[in-house]
C-alpha cells in the first residue's frame, strides 16, 4: 500500500488549509484512513480518522474546526482544516490501517503563523 498526500502549506491564524490522500496499492473493503500529525518535539498524534462506513474520530484539539472525508471509490481521504491555529503547526500524516497493520504517508508539513 502507498499513500500519497497533498495539499500542505503555510497559513496565517484563522486561514484554512485542505489535505488530500490517495492510497493505492491492496487496499480491502474493511479500513480506517485518516491523519496524524507530529508538531517539534512532540509525539505523533491522532488528528481525524473515518472508517468506510463513515464512521469518524477526532481529536478534542480539532473538534468543531477540521471535518475529515473520504471517496472510498478512489480510496482517497481529506482533512479540511478551517480556524487554524499556531498549535496546529506539524508535519501532517496520512494514514491507512487494515488489519491492523498500518501504512503512512510521507508527511506535508502545515505551518500556521500568529
Known amino acids: 500500500v502507498q499513500l500519497q498526500a497533498s495539499g500542505g502549506g503555510s497559513v496565517e491564524t484563522g486561514g484554512s488549509l485542505r489535505l488530500s490522500c490517495a492510497a493505492s496499492g491492496i487496499i480491502f473493503g474493511t479500513n480506517f484512513m485518516g491523519w496524524y500529525r507530529q508538531a517539534p518535539g512532540k509525539q505523533r498524534e491522532l488528528v481525524a480518522t473515518?472508517?468506510?462506513?463513515?464512521?469518524?474520530n477526532y481529536a478534542d484539539s480539532v473538534k468543531g474546526r477540521f471535518t475529515i472525508s473520504r471517496e472510498n471509490g478512489k480510496n482517497t481521504v481529506y482533512l479540511q482544516m478551517n480556524s487554524m491555529e499556531p498549535e496546529d503547526t506539524a508535519v501532517y500524516y496520512c494514514n491507512l490501517r487494515q488489519y491492523q497493520t498500518d501504512f503512512w504517508g510521507q508527511g506535508t508539513l502545515v505551518t500556521v503563523s500568529s
Open positions: 473515518m472508517s468506510v462506513g463513515a464512521t469518524t
